[in-house]
């Protein structure tokens, strides 16, 4: 019942702010209009569209808001007005009551405010869907004082997205059992993964590790800064960190003017996104324009500074491999390829024909190479993929959706930067160069240096546990294993053949360097 009763909920807040209107505009059946406005007790339509859509998402709560997140960055599917609207949601949703912020951390940390700040901002200076952010500074141990932000938990959230969340995997189970589509499009698992991600996002304790693991990630890029946690003031409803001045990426102008080159910000943006994703299979999972400033401060001029870490997303190397295997097929136009590994992984039938799915490929992105980012629509293209594996019967991978819209928000971000940005000719090298590491030398002495201990530790001991196991088969098998063992006792003394002429060699080589030296002397 609760469920039904949210659904309706839905429905009346979109009549309530006229957003059948905004979809149907061609809609002019005064009697159901008439309907319209008896349901919702005579609904007014003078405000603007853009102001009616985010005031019914804000109404709606935390889920609607971010999917209006996500919407105002794509300026090039949405009409200004509406884009300009959907970005107050970024850091300006309506705050709540700062007392309440206050007696959340006195009951965190069992004190008085007093006693834990040396000054605390009562007015939130940011406020989102799940957190508001307050200015304070705190006395650390060693005496010194720090300028700090601290996020506070709206009250109540959890309940709220959980009604939610029951709601949307009812419908999921709806649309699975619908059709063939429904179950290949996963959309119970595909809501499982934002369930996951929205709780995440109400412990600030996990938050705040998240932005530590970010932070050492990407101390030595030089292209993003991370804020520290203050560990002995982080609880599930607060979290302490360092207090990071920027400007926020949203204020061009004022980046511009102060001497920042944008076209390497956008280049910037685009490497960050491909490193967290490919080297560490750990990327900020909420990029959008609230989250984002830019430094003005002289020793960090014109780096990015990242906020909010309620949401990263995660890939296994398998993961990352075949990703960055697509990307780089795509990227050589080698859509034959592209099809391969869509059959290797099992994401098409086993039936499949190569060549049928790669000529579709190739339908689809052909026309947006060698075109600048303004002339490309990502959507667009996610979209034509979309209707094209329907026909294959493409299955959605749940793990890739937030990767997938955090793919979206850096193409919206670089849109605004850099219009001309070649999204393709920059992410390129990167994965070449990715790749080459994945395959090449470097590769195999990692993997050789990492599994070196375990090797040897078992090494010694197979001769022993061929031998027992020897002892308990019979004849035949007996046989091969003894043959087995004759070939690792010989392959050893090769090793040490190896080992002991290499390092001959290698002190051939220094003895004919030294030498002459010595002499000389």
């Known amino acids: 019942m609760r469920r039904i009763a949210r659904g309706f909920f839905i429905v009346w807040v979109a009549l309530r702010y006229g957003l059948d209107e905004l979809v149907l505009t061609s809609f002019q059946n005064p009697l159901i209009r008439r309907l319209a406005r008896i349901l919702t007790l005579g609904r007014r339509l003078e405000a603007p569209r853009g102001q009616r859509l985010r005031e019914a998402l804000e109404s709606l709560g935390p889920i609607f808001v971010k999917f209006g997140q996500v919407l105002s960055t794509r300026r090039d599917l949405l009409p200004p007005d509406i884009a300009d609207e959907l970005a107050w949601l970024q850091d300006r949703v309506p705050p709540f009551d700062s007392a309440i912020a206050v007696a959340t951390i006195e009951r965190a940390f069992r004190r008085p405010i007093a006693e834990i700040f040396e000054q605390f901002d009562t007015t939130p200076v940011a406020s989102a869907s799940i957190a508001q952010v307050h200015f304070a500074t705190l006395r650390l141990p060693d005496g010194s004082l720090r300028e700090v932000a601290v996020k506070v938990l709206r009250p109540g959230m959890r309940k709220v997205i959980d009604k939610d969340l029951e709601l949307m995997a009812m419908m999921a189970g709806w649309v699975e059992g619908l059709s063939a589509d429904?179950?290949?499009?996963?959309?119970?698992?595909?809501?499982?993964?934002?369930?996951?991600?929205?709780?995440?996002?109400?412990?600030?304790?996990?938050?705040?590790?998240?932005?530590?693991?970010?932070?050492?990630?990407?101390a030595k890029l030089d292209m993003l800064l991370i804020p520290e946690m203050f560990w002995d003031w982080c609880h599930p409803e607060v979290m302490v960190m360092e207090r990071m001045k920027g400007v926020p990426i949203a204020q061009l102008d004022r980046i511009r003017a102060a001497g920042v080159d944008i076209k390497k910000l956008a280049r910037d943006g685009v490497t960050i996104f491909f490193t967290q994703v490919f080297r560490d299979g750990f990327f900020h999972g909420d990029m959008h324009p609230g989250n984002i400033q830019v430094s003005l401060a002289p020793e960090t001029f014109g780096r990015y500074i990242a906020l909010d870490f309620g949401i990263v997303g995660t890939l296994t190397e398998s993961d990352k491999e075949y990703l960055a295997q697509n990307f780089a097929a795509f990227f050589r136009r080698d859509y034959k390829r592209v099809a391969e590994l869509h059959l290797e992984s099992g994401w098409v039938p086993p039936g499949t024909r190569i060549d049928e799915l790669e000529a579709a490929i190739r339908t689809v992105c052909e026309p947006y190479f060698d075109r600048p980012l303004r002339q490309i629509s990502l959507g667009m293209v996610l979209m034509r993929l979309f209707q094209t594996s329907r026909r294959f019967h493409v299955e959605i991978q749940p793990q890739l959706v937030l990767l997938q819209k955090t793919?979206?928000?850096?193409?919206?971000?670089?849109?605004?930067?850099?219009?001309?940005?070649?999204?393709?000719?920059?992410?390129?090298?990167f994965l070449e160069k990715w790749m080459a590491d994945q395959i090449g030398p470097r590769k195999l002495w990692e993997q050789l240096r990492a599994e070196g201990p375990r090797y040897a530790k078992l090494l010694p001991q197979l001769p022993r546990l061929l031998h027992d196991y020897l002892a308990q088969r019979?004849?035949?098998?007996?046989?091969?294993?003894?043959?087995?063992?004759?070939?690792?006792?010989?392959?050893?003394?090769?090793?040490?053949?190896?080992?002991?002429?290499?390092?001959?060699?290698?002190?051939?080589?220094l003895v004919m360097q030294v030498l002459p030296r010595l002499h000389w002397l």
């Not at 290949?184 to 932005?211: G, I, S």
């Not at 070939?487 to 051939?508: D, P, S």
Request: charged share 30%.
């Open 407 to 429: 793919l979206l928000n850096i193409e919206g971000l670089g849109r605004q930067l850099d219009p001309e940005l070649d999204l393709w000719a920059t992410a390129k090298p």
């Open 474 to 509: 019979p004849g035949d098998d007996r046989r091969e294993l003894q043959e087995l063992l004759a070939a690792h006792k010989r392959t050893h003394r090769l090793l040490q053949a190896v080992i002991w002429g290499g390092t001959g060699f290698v002190l051939g080589v």
């Open 182 to 218: 429904g179950k290949r499009l996963k959309p119970r698992q595909v809501v499982a993964e934002f369930d996951k991600y929205l709780h995440d996002e109400l412990d600030l304790v996990r938050e705040a590790a998240n932005a530590a693991q970010l932070r050492r990630n990407m």
